[in-house]
């Protein structure tokens, strides 16, 4: 994919092919692969210390745990993934099944 670059007065403006907007990531062709790879590593980081403390929690204890470390990465803008392919929020849905 050509990158177009644009002039605006004597500055030459180059287009990232991923930018940042409020902790969201868009990539140039709106396929949302990079957000659901930093949602996805965001939540598997967070369940490694939940599942080494589980055996020393109520099921009802490491259900909150879970909710409020992991589970939250994936509700947060979840609302940018409209559209997005079925392989890319089947990742997603790896990532959820693991913390159960």
Do not use: W
């Not at 868009?26 to 996805?40: C, I, K, P, R, Y």
């Not at 055996?55 to 409020?68: F, Q, R, W």
């Not at 992991?70 to 409209?82: E, F, I, P, R, W």
């Amino acid at each position: 994919m050509t990158l177009v670059t644009m002039m605006f007065g004597v500055e030459n403006i180059i287009p990232k092919s991923v930018v940042n907007n409020l902790g969201a990531y868009f990539d140039s062709t709106l396929m949302m692969e990079h957000q659901v790879q930093a949602v996805t590593r965001s939540m598997y980081y967070n369940i490694r210390p939940v599942a080494k403390v589980k055996p020393h929690l109520t099921s009802e204890a490491c259900a909150k745990a879970i909710n409020a470390t992991v589970l939250s990465h994936l509700d947060y803008q979840n609302g940018v993934l409209v559209g997005a392919s079925d392989t890319t929020i089947r990742k997603l849905q790896v990532a959820q099944n693991s913390a159960a």
